[in-house]
Nanobody, 118 residues
């Protein structure tokens, strides 16, 4: 069984930066895509960015160029560097992964809160 542990959330002023980290533990063999999603109160969960095991990235159009996703396969970890943060970036950020084999279920983290406020 795989577990995701996120860290790095917190309170930041508009224009500031934060780096989120997520580590997968347990039976991590065969992880394919790792990603970050976010959900603000009253909104649906939305994709922020995703990255394949080979390093191919995909970003939601609405994120612009302010966010950068990266990954360490050796550490079974994914990171999200966020800059020029805006109040509308305030949300719970969730780590996600799936496996090459469809026999294995997707895994979600418990979420880490990011609040952008002065």
């Amino acid at each position: 069984q795989v577990r995701l542990v996120e860290s790095g959330g917190g309170l930041v002023q508009p224009g500031g930066s934060l780096r989120l980290s997520c580590e997968a533990t347990g039976d991590t063999y065969g992880i394919n895509v790792m990603a970050w999603y976010r959900q603000a109160p009253g909104n649906q969960r939305e994709l922020v960015a995703e990255i394949t095991r080979g390093g191919v990235t995909n970003y939601a159009d609405s994120m612009g160029a302010r966010f950068t996703i990266s990954r360490s396969n050796a550490k079974n970890s994914v990171y999200l560097q966020m800059s020029s943060l805006k109040p509308e970036d305030t949300a719970a950020y969730y780590c996600y992964l799936n496996f090459f084999s469809p026999s294995y279920p997707e895994v979600w983290g418990q979420g880490t809160q990011v609040t952008v406020s002065s």
